[in-house]
């Protein structure tokens, strides 16, 4: 989900952060928004120093509204985010309706992302 053209795009960002702030329900925007700011906030903070991002607070509204609304990336990465236990939240009890074959914490397929640090 992460496309490294547009988290290390200060002009991309701000695009899609003021479509997330338009009042307009974009259910893809906010899911982007919102893994673009755990991207940034959490794996590479250094590059907040030169590219905007929404606190976390927001991005966990953002991913929750698009799960709510059933769209399953978000679905996705709020369990990536419970799976790291970086997710403080309920995790969303309805359905996926948007893209419903996406991976879903349920499939006894689903395989659990963890998060690993890097020794450099």
């Not at 307009?24 to 925007?29: G, I």
């Not at 906010?30 to 905007?52: E, I, K, M």
């Not at 309920?90 to 690993?116: C, E, G, H, Q, V």
């Amino acid at each position: 989900m992460i496309y490294v053209p547009y988290v290390y795009n200060a002009d991309s960002l701000y695009q899609f952060i003021d479509l997330a702030y338009s009042g307009k329900e974009y259910y893809d925007v906010f899911t982007a928004v919102g893994t673009y700011a755990y991207y940034l906030h959490v794996f590479d903070p250094a590059a907040l120093d030169s590219l905007p991002s929404v606190s976390l607070e927001d991005a966990d509204m953002m991913l929750l509204s698009a799960a709510w609304q059933g769209y399953a990336p978000a679905f996705t990465v709020i369990y990536y985010l419970n799976d790291c236990g970086l997710w403080h939240h309920s995790l969303p009890t309805n359905k996926p309706t948007i893209f419903p074959l996406a991976p879903r914490k349920d499939d006894p397929d689903y395989i659990p992302m963890t998060k690993k640090e890097l020794d450099l």
